[in-house]
């Protein structure tokens, strides 16, 4: 079986596996699990061929055969690198969101499981078909379809709530807003090229652009545009992601987030690498100017980089804040696509290899994005049922009573930030690596680099927030009432399982960071087409699976053993110094002035962090929704 083939039976399997769901939604535990195991098989099709394709190459790195042709329109799939590493994403996170889900919707027992275990399943059989599609017309339209109208129907699955039914139809028009932007700059290459049953193939589409840069270079500017605009609408590119992205992660239930957010939204990332480094043939460059789309992307990804952290730093609601993180993060993946965009022109076999650094560091990005934001969004979840609330000023104390849920949170946070030994700090240096030295060609690269690590200190700043109100600070008058009620408020195991296994995937990703990065470099050298070929030559990284990575020059890009052991001197070091004085150490109630100690509004509350950063940046817009207040007499 070929990895199309298999791609295509999973598919066959999630739709087929939908109406047995649907069938007998009456039981919500049978048909959670039945969905769950469904989409283990659907794994099991799709991992070992995207294991395959990226050891050994494509089945057939020409045109594959049809599946099937429609009033003159072909079926193809085809899966190289960069489809197969996106698949491999889609399995990981839609396995755990199932697995997630069986306990997640029997906690509400008013609703049907058939209106979520059914479109669950056609929502990743739309995204298995969208990552691995070349038609870019009416297939590629069918399965756009079948990823956004299901995730539309989950995110209605408690459209009693207020806003709900608002931002579910906000999230619907611009997802087919973006999916028209994109079969426009389809449209617009295509032109006269009528190649029977395949005039929108990506690969006749590629084929077209000498004539048509010859031709009118303007057309494929305006082609590259449309693109931009589709695919950055649908990853939550600024100024799109601040218009769409909070409302709709907000509204839909944690795991189907994690999913919009892990997998969903990286395939609008999938497409502009696609667009930018796969369909314009290496041999137009001479003829047109691609460096000035690498400053569009890397100025852009900068603004949504700093906008969306410094929104989600606002936020109290876990989710809205989870939500504006998310376009923070995207900002990082756009920074790298632009600097990889904007090196490649140059020729310099050294400048080149900073391209391939910031390619990798932005596929890695975008990996480590949908494995530690879709951990977040399931530890959200989990809030979300110890507490009924999604206010963090109305949560606090949880370490005592969800340790696990606590502990994921934890490594998810300190991965989102970057903090060394984690999988976020792999991404991001070898994003300020190829963004930094890449500025002696592009000068403004320098600039964003350093805005890029600024805001990352922010990013830590918001989850020290989200982390340590939920679970460090003095318990909450509504988690005092839970855990009264309920006892443990832990979840159960089927929901701790699926945010084990990512917390530990942040983990491995940061400690064996060059067995990740001959994964990436076989992204390249499998996926050889447009400028891919030119990466997959420059790629000059020598990578061991324990020993770290290691660039231009010979020169130690990020090495784990040095870090740690680093790391454990200076511990050591100040752990020794704050034991010579010999003092003891002492714990007592803080002194509020003969007011009683248990009042709620002497709680160090979601919204009494960073006043000062609120108040300096209340331009930038994404102030938090109107709740209900801790009062201070």
Not at 53 to 71: K, Q, R
Not at 247 to 267: E, F, H, N, Q, R
Not at 280 to 308: E, N, R, S
Not at 589 to 606: H, Q, T
């Amino acid at each position: 079986m070929t990895p199309e083939q298999a791609v295509l039976l999973s598919i066959g399997i999630c739709a087929a596996g939908a109406v047995v769901t649907l069938l007998l939604s009456m039981s919500k535990s049978l048909s959670g699990w039945l969905s769950f195991l469904t989409m283990v098989a659907s794994g099991v099709l799709i991992v070992p061929r995207a294991v395959q394709v990226l050891t050994s190459g494509p089945a057939n790195p020409h045109h594959p055969e049809a599946f099937y042709t429609l009033g003159g329109h072909t079926l193809r799939l085809y899966v190289d690198g960069l489809s197969s590493i996106f698949l491999l994403l889609a399995v990981l996170i839609g396995v755990c969101a199932a697995l997630y889900s069986i306990v997640h919707v029997e906690k509400f027992p008013t609703k049907s499981a058939a209106m979520y275990h059914p479109f669950l399943l056609l929502f990743v059989g739309g995204m298995y078909g969208i990552l691995s599609i070349t038609d870019t017309m009416w297939f590629f339209c069918a399965f756009w379809q079948l990823m956004t109208i299901p995730s539309f129907i989950l995110m209605l699955f408690e459209s009693e709530k207020p806003g709900i039914k608002g931002a579910a139809f906000k999230y619907l028009v611009f997802m087919e807003a973006a999916m028209v932007a994109a079969m426009a700059g389809a449209a617009m290459i295509a032109g006269g090229h009528a190649e029977p049953g395949l005039a929108y193939d990506f690969d006749v589409l590629s084929e077209g652009i000498p004539a048509l840069v010859a031709t009118d270079p303007r057309a494929l500017t305006g082609c590259l545009a449309l693109f931009l605009l589709g695919f950055g609408i649908k990853v939550g590119m600024w100024p799109f992601g601040q218009l769409w992205v909070p409302d709709a992660y907000a509204a839909a239930p944690s795991p189907v987030t994690a999913l919009i957010s892990g997998v969903m939204s990286k395939t609008g990332v999938y497409g502009l690498m696609r667009t930018f480094l796969w369909l314009v043939p290496a041999d137009v460059l001479g003829q047109y100017d691609m460096t000035k789309w690498g400053m569009a992307l890397a100025i852009l990804g900068t603004i949504t980089l700093f906008t969306g952290t410094m929104q989600g730093l606002k936020q109290d609601d876990t989710k809205r804040l989870l939500a504006f993180s998310s376009v923070g993060q995207i900002g990082y993946i756009l920074l790298a696509l632009g600097a990889c965009v904007a090196l490649i022109p140059s020729g310099d076999d050294r400048l080149l290899a900073l391209a391939a650094i910031a390619f990798c560091g932005g596929l890695l990005h975008a990996i480590n994005h949908g494995i530690f934001k879709g951990l977040l969004f399931f530890s959200a979840g989990s809030l979300y049922q110890a507490t009924g609330t999604q206010d963090l000023n109305k949560m606090g104390g949880l370490w005592k009573y969800m340790p696990v849920t606590g502990f994921t949170v934890l490594i998810a946070s300190f991965g989102i930030a970057g903090v060394p030994l984690l999988n976020g700090f792999v991404s991001k240096w070898s994003i300020y690596v190829a963004t930094i030295q890449g500025s002696t060609s592009a000068k403004y690269l320098a600039v964003c680099a350093i805005i890029a690590i600024l805001t990352s200190a922010m990013t830590l700043a918001m989850y020290i927030k989200f982390f340590g109100v939920a679970f460090l600070s003095r318990q909450s008058t509504v988690v005092k009432q839970q855990a009264a009620k309920q006892g443990n408020l832990e979840v159960g195991m089927t929901q701790q399982l699926p945010q084990l296994i990512m917390a530990l995937l942040c983990i491995v990703i940061g400690l064996a960071p060059g067995a990740v990065y001959q994964v990436l470099g076989q992204v390249l050298n499998t996926s050889r087409q447009g400028f891919a070929e030119k990466l997959a030559d420059a790629n000059s990284m020598a990578a061991g699976a324990t020993t770290g990575l290691f660039a231009i020059g010979g020169g130690a890009l990020y090495v784990p053993i040095v870090i740690a052991i680093v790391l454990a001197v200076a511990f050591v070091i100040v752990y020794t110094f704050s034991k010579q004085g010999g003092s003891t150490r002492k714990s007592g109630d803080a002194w509020l002035c003969g007011y009683a100690r248990e009042e709620e509004c002497y709680r160090y509350a979601a919204s009494n962090f960073y006043g000062e950063i609120k108040r300096c940046f209340g331009w930038l817009g994404g102030n938090p929704r109107p709740q209900t207040r801790i009062k201070e007499d």
